[in-house]
């Protein structure tokens, strides 16, 4: 925890740096909400939740929204924000519904179908690389990591030679995503740096896009904005840059995680070798074993309760999504992978209307990448013991900096 932040078990009742946690939050979660109950309230006046039908019914309430700022939980503005420049997940209805509607357009499950040929040349060429190393691979920087960086880069219409620039941008947002209260003013200041720099790229971009359109989203956005849209200049490059974060990092968190967790159960990684057409199952069950997102915030916009708990006007909620998707109520036995599961009601991916809209590519990167990871790695394991594994020094998003594997 960065030592001039405030301590995040004086506010979240857990402190999500201890190492026991970073290597396995969920006995944290579990004791927390065996003690508790699904729902209370720590000495900083914010409101927990951790069982899946009250995080689902949150998740629905009208009366529950962003109530301006994403995951800043009150916090004042880092120096130098500009609070109006928001994207649209930080929104309430009707900008919320208004922004959401048009990029929706990029993410429909016929359109996304369309990429998968992509998907599966991005892949291929990926793994022959990292097949052709001796020894150790990194599997984060060998697949997990650059495939939804390209991908999305290409669905953008950022051109090839710009890819590598946006490394450092990418993980500079994607930290910043935690909660202000536990990010020092260096990490504040990165992560404001990397968004304008961000910004100032896509309008340079966007203003090319005007003058000669491609077939690529930037494009779109940009024509729907010139067609007389309430789509600002400030809305359309929040949204550039929501996009480019959100479909890299979580998709990402959702490779690395779910090759792990293959990984330690032999069993279940053989009956994928087995069942690869069961791919889709797969990695809906990896994604409520081992959610990438592992909370995310809402406001209480007027007087409402959880459950039996009364929830005053402007207080913060915080969700445990991960907690939910093992909740033993709804699942059992959930701390074991099960690919039988029918249903699966997890909500990794959000319900709601800020259910993510990425969820179709994020699962299609990730059966492809998958599955052809344990086709063409019979030798597939790791390469390093359990406890010496990294995971990104993160809150909200939990995924590995690294996973040293053998694949022959």
């Known amino acids: 925890m960065p030592a001039d932040a405030l301590d995040p078990r004086d506010i979240l009742g857990f402190d999500p740096y201890a190492r026991e946690f970073v290597l396995d939050p969920y006995p944290v979660y579990r004791g927390m909400a065996g003690t508790a109950g699904p729902v209370w309230r720590t000495p900083a006046g914010l409101f927990v939740v951790t069982s899946h039908e009250h995080c689902s019914a949150v998740l629905r309430d009208g009366r529950f929204g962003r109530g301006g700022d994403v995951l800043v939980l009150g916090a004042s503005p880092a120096p130098g924000r500009d609070p109006s420049v928001r994207s649209f997940l930080a929104m309430d209805p009707p900008d919320h519904t208004r ?75 994607a930290q910043g995503l935690d909660p ?4 020092s003013p260096e990490k504040l200041e990165l992560r404001e740096r990397a968004r304008g720099e961000f910004r100032d790229y896509f309008a340079e971009l966007a203003a090319k896009r005007r003058v000669t359109p491609g077939d690529d989203l930037l494009s779109a956005l940009v024509a729907v904005r010139d067609e007389g849209d309430a789509l600002t200049e400030a809305e359309l490059l929040a949204t550039c840059i929501l996009l480019i974060v959100s479909g890299h990092e979580t998709t990402a968190s959702l490779i690395g995680n779910g090759a792990l967790a293959l990984m330690r159960d032999p069993e279940r990684l053989d ?14 069950e990896l994604a409520r074993y081992e959610s990438s ?58 319900l709601g209307i800020h259910h993510c809209m990425g969820a179709p590519l994020a699962r299609l990167e990730a059966e492809v990448a998958l599955s052809e990871l344990v086709r063409r790695a019979p030798g597939l394991r790791l390469a390093v013991p359990d406890d010496a ?15 040293p594997v053998h694949l022959n």
């Open 99 to 173: 922004l959401r509607r048009l990029v929706s357009r990029a993410f429909t499950p016929r359109v996304i179908e369309g990429y998968r040929t992509t998907v599966e040349r991005l892949v291929a060429d990926l793994l022959d690389k990292a097949l052709a190393e001796e020894g150790e691979v990194d599997l984060v920087a060998s697949l997990a990591f650059p495939l939804p960086t390209t991908l999305i880069g290409d669905m953008m219409g950022v051109p090839a030679g710009d890819w590598e620039r946006f490394t450092g941008w990418i993980r500079a947002l």
């Open 180 to 183: 202000d209260f536990v990010l």
């Open 271 to 284: 009956w994928f070798r087995q069942h690869p057409e069961r791919q889709d199952v797969v990695v809906d």
């Open 293 to 350: 997102v592992q909370l995310t915030v809402r406001k209480a916009l007027t007087d409402a309760e959880i459950g039996d708990v009364p929830v005053p006007r402007d207080s913060i909620v915080v969700l445990l999504l991960a907690a939910a998707n093992r909740d033993p109520a709804v699942f059992d036995d959930p701390d074991r992978l099960h690919f039988d599961r029918r249903p699966n009601r997890h909500i990794a991916y959000g």
């Open 389 to 403: 594994l990294r995971y990104k020094d993160q809150l909200v998003l939990r995924g590995l900096r690294e996973l």
